[in-house]
């Protein structure tokens, strides 16, 4: 079955490390984006993607890297320099730009991080 | 600021009785709208859509309806039933742009049996 695949799903940080959050999809989606979640702030968007080797930033961007290099994959980079990344990440697809609105997106599982 | 606004963070209903889930939106360019549903520790699923061409859409126990005077949509759920209970998010989107949805904060939804 196609669908996202977002792993870990749980991830513990030590205050100053890098982390990656790894998102791959099998949908031949051509767009990705990553989302974080916090308890009464909904989904803000941190990047996304529409084709491969093009990203752009969202709401939320400071603090965080990605790469898109396949278009089956979009990792996220949690850098030190994210002031609070204690979160729930959710990473999502979609068709290309025109087509997704009829079929909405497709998210992961997703990856809660938490800094200890 | 918020584009898009979920402003009932809970709603508890009985099994069988009608839900409602109501969403506000400031940004008139908004043309096409949303509702997922997600359970704990998952990922939101898409649950039904409209276009702002239309003022209602149905799809089974699900119907969602768009006031664009208003800046508001809603979506009914009838009959409610257990498996209902999640958090429900309402998204909004401009036709053309790259960024695609805008998300509220969601609403949970707890059905009583």
Same mark, same amino acid.
């Given at each position: ?7 870990? #799903? ?46 752009? #930033?969202?709401?939320? /961007? ?8 396949? #278009? ?14 204690? /979160? ?29 | 600021?918020?584009?898009? @606004? ?8 009985? =099994?069988?009785?009608?839900?409602? %889930? ?18 704990? +520790? =998952?990922?939101?699923?898409? %649950? ?5 061409? @239309?003022? @209602?859409? =149905?799809?089974?126990?699900?119907? &969602?309806?768009?006031?664009?005077? +208003? ?15 999640? &958090?429900?998010?309402?998204? +909004?989107? &401009?036709?053309?742009? +790259?960024?695609? %949805? ?9 059905? %009583?049996?």
């Amino acid at each position: 079955d196609g669908g996202i695949t977002q792993s870990p #799903k749980y991830l513990f940080r030590k205050e100053g490390q890098n982390v990656t959050l790894s998102c791959e999809q099998n949908l031949n989606h051509d767009a990705m984006y990553w989302y974080r979640q916090d308890p009464g702030q909904g989904l803000r968007l941190i990047y996304y993607s529409q084709i491969v080797n093009d990203f752009q #930033k969202g709401d939320i /961007a400071e603090g965080y890297s990605v790469s898109r290099e396949k #278009k089956e994959s979009f990792p996220l980079t949690v850098t030190s320099a994210q002031k609070n990344p204690t /979160a729930f990440y959710l990473c999502a697809s979609s068709r290309a730009l025109g087509r997704a609105l009829n079929y909405g997106y497709t998210f992961g599982s997703g990856t809660r991080l938490t800094v200890v | 600021d918020q584009q898009v @606004k979920q402003n009932s963070p809970s709603l508890s209903v009985q =099994e069988g009785r009608i839900s409602i %889930l109501n969403c506000d939106y400031t940004n008139s360019m908004f043309d096409y709208f949303l509702w997922y549903k997600k359970y704990p +520790a =998952e990922g939101p699923t898409f %649950l039904i859509s409209i276009s702002s061409i @239309k003022d @209602k859409n =149905e799809d089974g126990r699900f119907t &969602v309806f768009l006031n664009k005077s +208003a800046k508001h949509l809603s979506l009914h759920i009838v009959p409610s039933q257990p498996g209902d209970s999640a &958090v429900y998010f309402c998204a +909004a989107s &401009v036709s053309g742009s +790259a960024r695609q %949805l805008t998300f509220g904060s969601g609403t949970q939804l707890t059905v %009583l049996p």
